[in-house]
Structures are given as structure tokens and as C-alpha cells.
């Protein structure tokens, strides 16, 4: 018996490079699953009864990531409920402990599709996070405290996995400092490409 195993995508990017936002529309127009690891943590956060609240908040306010046990099971969880086929999983992988503990429980369970990569200076993505804060998201990490901490585990944890990938040829890169729409256009030639 052949059995179809869920198909994934893992979006990755610094932190405010556009991630949630193109993988709305990309769940729009080609029916893939949105599951952001970010917010269902945030989920998880809230969950009355959660043993995890305190710890997710602390991490995520420092910009450090939780350990992939809890946010890998969150995401098992999400797959399994949906019953659906293809998942966009927005901002995961992020460091060794993530990509480990992805391949330890998922990787066998699941086809990585490829990696979709937002690539956004700095200080775009600061700015875009420090006006969302300024907008009244309640985000307890868009401050420019947390953002340059954010930003350190960017780069010293998670570049360091999108190398990885990169390597096995799976990366597929767009240019994330232009307007959502053009970013889009981007996207779609990447997603069509799929069948
Ligand atoms: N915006 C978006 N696109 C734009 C464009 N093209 N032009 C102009 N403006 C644009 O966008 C950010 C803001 O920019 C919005 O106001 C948007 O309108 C505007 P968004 O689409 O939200 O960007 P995104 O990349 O999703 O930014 P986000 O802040 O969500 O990124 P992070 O990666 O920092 O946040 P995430 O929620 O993934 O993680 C938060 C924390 O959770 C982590 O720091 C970590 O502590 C924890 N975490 C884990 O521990 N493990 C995980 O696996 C995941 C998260
Ligand atoms: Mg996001």
C-alpha cells in the first residue's frame, strides 16, 4: 500500500521579512495549510492549564527559541487535526535543536517539498516590526530590545540551517523588500512550478 505522506513546506526569513504575510496568500491561491510555529506557540502560550506558558513567553520575549519538543508536537498535532495534505510551515527550522528534532520525529512522516527563503535587510525588517508594534500588535517581542535579539538568533542560529538546506539544493530564495504584491509575484512562479 503506497500511502501519501504530507507534503511541506518549510518559509523561513529573518523576523518581520514577511513570512505570515506571504503565506497567506499562498494558502489563498494554492490551498496549502498556514501552520506558523510562531503563533501557535503564542497559542500555546495563552492555553489555560498550559505547562509551557511562562517558559514560551520568557523565550519568546528574549528572541530565543523553545526547545523543538514542544513546538514540533504543536505542529504534529496541527497536521493531524487538518486532515489535509500540504503544509507552508511558517518559521521553523530555526536552529540545530529544531532541525534535529524535526528529522528525529517528522522527517519520515512527511516529503519536504523545498525551502522558501525571504531574504530582507535588517533594517526593513526592524522598521516593519517596530511600526507593527507601534500599530498595536500586543506582540511582546516587537520592540527594538527584543528585535535586536531576535535578530542575533536570526543570524548566529537559523542562517546556519538555511545553509544546510541551501546545500542540498532545496533553498528557493525571494527578494522580500518590495511591496507584498511584487514579493508575491515572485512566490507564484515558484508554487506553479509545483503541478
Ligand atoms: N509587511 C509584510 N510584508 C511586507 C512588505 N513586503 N512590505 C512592507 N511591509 C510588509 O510582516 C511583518 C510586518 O511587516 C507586518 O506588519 C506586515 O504587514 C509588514 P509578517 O508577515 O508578520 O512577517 P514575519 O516574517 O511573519 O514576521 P514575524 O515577526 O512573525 O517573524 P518572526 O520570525 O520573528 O516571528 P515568529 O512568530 O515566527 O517567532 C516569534 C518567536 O517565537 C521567535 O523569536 C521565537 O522566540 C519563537 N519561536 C520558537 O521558539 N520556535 C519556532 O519554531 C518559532 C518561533
Ligand atoms: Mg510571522
Same mark, same amino acid.
Given at each position: 500500500?503506497?500511502?501519501? @505522506?504530507?507534503?511541506? $513546506?518549510? =518559509? &523561513?526569513?529573518?523576523?518581520?521579512?514577511?513570512?505570515?504575510?506571504?503565506?497567506? &496568500?499562498? +494558502?489563498?491561491?494554492?490551498?496549502?495549510?498556514?501552520?506558523?510555529?510562531?503563533?501557535? %506557540?503564542?497559542?500555546?502560550?495563552?492555553?489555560?492549564?498550559?505547562?509551557?506558558?511562562?517558559?514560551?513567553?520568557?523565550?519568546?520575549?528574549?528572541?530565543?527559541? $523553545?526547545?523543538?519538543? $514542544?513546538?514540533?508536537? %504543536?505542529?504534529?498535532?496541527?497536521?493531524?487535526?487538518?486532515?489535509?495534505?500540504?503544509? %507552508?510551515?511558517?518559521?521553523?527550522?530555526?536552529?540545530?535543536?529544531?532541525?534535529?528534532?524535526?528529522?528525529?520525529?517528522?522527517?519520515?512522516?512527511?516529503? &519536504? %517539498?523545498?525551502?522558501?527563503?525571504?531574504?530582507? +535587510?535588517?533594517?526593513?525588517?526592524?522598521?516593519?516590526?517596530? /511600526?507593527?508594534?507601534?500599530?498595536?500588535?500586543?506582540? +511582546?517581542?516587537? /520592540?527594538?530590545?527584543?528585535?535586536?535579539?531576535?535578530?542575533?538568533?536570526? &543570524? /548566529?542560529?537559523?542562517?546556519?540551517?538555511?545553509?544546510?538546506?541551501?546545500?542540498?539544493? @532545496?533553498?528557493?530564495?525571494? /527578494?522580500?523588500?518590495?511591496?507584498?504584491?511584487? =514579493?508575491?509575484?515572485?512566490?507564484?512562479?515558484?508554487?506553479?512550478?509545483?503541478?
Amino acid at each position: 500500500i503506497i500511502k501519501m @505522506l504530507p507534503e511541506v $513546506v518549510f =518559509v &523561513l526569513g529573518a523576523p518581520g521579512a514577511g513570512k505570515g504575510t506571504q503565506c497567506s &496568500l499562498i +494558502s489563498k491561491e494554492f490551498g496549502f495549510v498556514h501552520l506558523s510555529a510562531g503563533d501557535l %506557540l503564542r497559542e500555546e502560550r495563552q492555553r489555560p492549564g498550559s505547562e509551557y506558558g511562562e517558559m514560551i513567553e520568557e523565550k519568546i520575549r528574549n528572541g530565543e527559541i $523553545v526547545p523543538v519538543e $514542544v513546538t514540533c508536537s %504543536l505542529i504534529h498535532n496541527a497536521i493531524q487535526k487538518s486532515g489535509k495534505t500540504r503544509f %507552508l510551515i511558517d518559521g521553523f527550522p530555526r536552529n540545530k535543536n529544531n532541525l534535529e528534532g524535526w528529522e528525529r520525529v517528522m522527517a519520515d512522516k512527511t516529503k &519536504l %517539498l523545498f525551502v522558501l527563503f525571504f531574504e530582507c +535587510s535588517r533594517d526593513i525588517c526592524t522598521e516593519r516590526c517596530l /511600526n507593527r508594534g507601534a500599530a498595536g500588535s500586543g506582540r +511582546s517581542d516587537d /520592540n527594538l530590545e527584543s528585535l535586536k535579539k531576535r535578530f542575533n538568533t536570526y &543570524l /548566529n542560529d537559523t542562517m546556519p540551517i538555511i545553509n544546510h538546506y541551501d546545500e542540498q539544493g @532545496l533553498v528557493r530564495r525571494v /527578494n522580500a523588500e518590495v511591496s507584498p504584491e511584487e =514579493v508575491f509575484n515572485d512566490v507564484k512562479k515558484i508554487f506553479k512550478g509545483l503541478d
